[in-house]
Nanobody, 125 residues
């Protein structure tokens, strides 16, 4: 069982930056691949970024490539999402998720076993 708690969301102007954190409980955090997803009002949840259990592999959605960076600190049981050059279309609730380490299709929400409650990110124009 893994419990995930996101933090770091907020209101920021376009062009600004935010860093989201996702703290995980449990001693097996380092065996899980981690992902970030987001959901805007009236839209389906979409993939943002994922990182393998070791941090050696990362995947990004085209819409955030070059602006967002996912990283993890297994000693702190935490995964991060650094978001730069934010745009109004990045406004959404951001969720972190844990996947059992297969790294089969890290962009698919169906692969993930545990989800956090989400943190709101609002980017004003």
């Amino acid at each position: 069982q893994v419990q995930l708690v996101e933090s770091g969301g907020g209101l920021v102007q376009a062009g600004g930056s935010l860093r989201l954190s996702c703290a995980a409980s449990g001693r097996t955090f380092s065996s899980y691949a981690m992902g970030w997803f987001r959901q805007a009002p009236g839209k389906e949840r979409e993939f943002v970024a994922a990182i393998s259990w070791s941090g050696g592999n990362t995947v990004y959605a085209d819409s955030v490539k070059g602006r967002f960076t996912i990283s993890r600190d297994n000693a702190k049981n935490t995964v991060y999402l650094q978001m730069n050059s934010l745009k109004p279309e990045d406004t959404a609730v951001y969720y972190c998720a844990a996947e059992g380490g297969t790294w089969y299709e890290p962009s698919s929400a169906l692969e993930y076993d545990y989800w956090g409650q989400g943190t709101q990110v609002t980017v004003s124009s």
